[in-house]
């Protein structure tokens, strides 16, 4: 049994901009930043926005959703 979503990794290709938008618009809370990343929280969860600057051309990306542990049955 899944007990939540533990944290996302959004793939993007203009990390200001897309920082900008969650913090400003969606009311993220900036927990960190380096100068390809950065952490944000949404309630419990972390968000963390991955600078890729193959984002745009369909090529690959990094984007994810990580579950918590399993509660044993």
Known sequence: MTLGVNHITL???DLMRSLRFYVDVIGCGQVAIWERGSYLRAGDMW???S??????SGV????HVAFPSMRPA
């Not at 600078?51 to 745009?56: N, P, S, Y």
């Not at 690959?60 to 984007?63: A, P």
């Open 51 to 56: 600078l890729d600057a193959l984002v745009t």
């Open 11 to 13: 793939a993007v290709s």
């Open 60 to 63: 690959r990306d990094y984007t």
């Open 47 to 49: 968000l963390c926005l």
